[in-house]
């Protein structure tokens, strides 16, 4: 069982090996399928690196935000940016699989947006640190102190490839179920602060909001959680807060 979802892994991730130089050989003996996933992090842990270096050296904070799709990404983002740009100026890279919809959406807060379309690398489903350093490329990062990334729509490999970021959030809305967090633990372990958004909605819902926080809490013990919704901005002020103040600790 164990080898099986290695094997699915470098399957769908072998786009990403091309693209590094590293090669993912059709492996036939579970050891072996162990290696090629060890191999696969680790050119990904080396562009992380050298990511992280350079976001360092250009004093930018950068945030890694992840979730399923229709969560809420880009609406909390939208509503984040309009809150925070005149204080902290910001810059985004969007990852999809197609369309440039949520750029076009983020890029009305007057933040520089950089979209990739992942279809240019096989319709990967998450964002690697090597697509990040490309498309950082294309933003001025001496004039921004927060780059945030919104990855795919997805809440399984995201969680695994690490960019270069300061802090990850993951977005869970209160119409996915509570029981979420049990079923992806490896994402919300991976993360630092957990938004559970749509609260407008609550009313309409049987979501034990007491129950959710009990899998986080199980998962991941002390990651704290902010109930928030991005369609009536409720909630805002203690996220908020969360951000400025990492962006400000890793700033100045
Ligand atoms: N009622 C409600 N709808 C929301 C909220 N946040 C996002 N949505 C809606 O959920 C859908 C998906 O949102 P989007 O931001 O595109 O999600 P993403 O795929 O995670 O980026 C859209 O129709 C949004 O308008 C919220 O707080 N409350
Ligand atoms: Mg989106
Ligand atoms: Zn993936």
């Known amino acids: ?13 072998q786009g990403h090996e091309s693209g ?9 003996s579970g050891s072996r399928k162990i290696k090629v996933v060890q191999r696969v992090l680790s050119v990904n842990e080396k ?17 890694n935000v992840m979730s399923s799709p229709g969560s809420g990404k880009t609406t909390t983002l939208e509503t984040t940016l309009n809150r925070i740009i005149a204080k902290i100026p910001s ?8 369309t440039t919809n949520d750029a076009d959406r983020l890029a009305r807060s007057g933040a520089p947006v950089v979209q990739v379309n992942t279809d240019q690398f096989g319709g990967d489903c998450h964002l690697a640190a090597h697509v990040i350093e490309k498309a950082a490329a294309d933003i001025d990062l001496d004039a921004i102190d927060l780059l945030i990334v919104e990855n795919v729509g997805n809440l399984v490999c995201p969680a695994e490839f690490d960019i270069g970021e300061d802090a990850r959030v993951v977005v869970l809305s209160v119409t996915e179920g509570e029981d979420k967090p049990a079923k992806y633990p490896v994402m919300f372990r991976a993360c630092d602060l957990a938004l559970l958004n749509k609260i407008d909605l609550l009313p ?22 902010i109930e928030l919704s991005a369609k009536t901005e409720q909630g805002f002020e203690p996220w908020l807060e969360w951000l400025e103040a990492r962006v400000r600790q890793k700033i100045g």
């Open 1 to 13: 069982m164990m080898v099986d979802l290695f094997h699915n892994k470098v399957r769908l991730h």
């Open 47 to 63: 562009m992380a690196d050298a990511n992280r270096r350079l976001f360092a050296a250009k004093r930018v904070f950068v945030l």
């Open 91 to 98: 810059a985004v890279i969007v990852g999809d699989i197609c």
């Open 204 to 225: 309409y819902l049987d979501f034990d909001m007491d129950l959710v926080k009990r899998y986080i809490e199980q998962v991941h013990p002390g990651m704290p959680a």
């Open 20 to 28: 590094t130089g590293a090669q993912a050989p059709a492996a036939s």
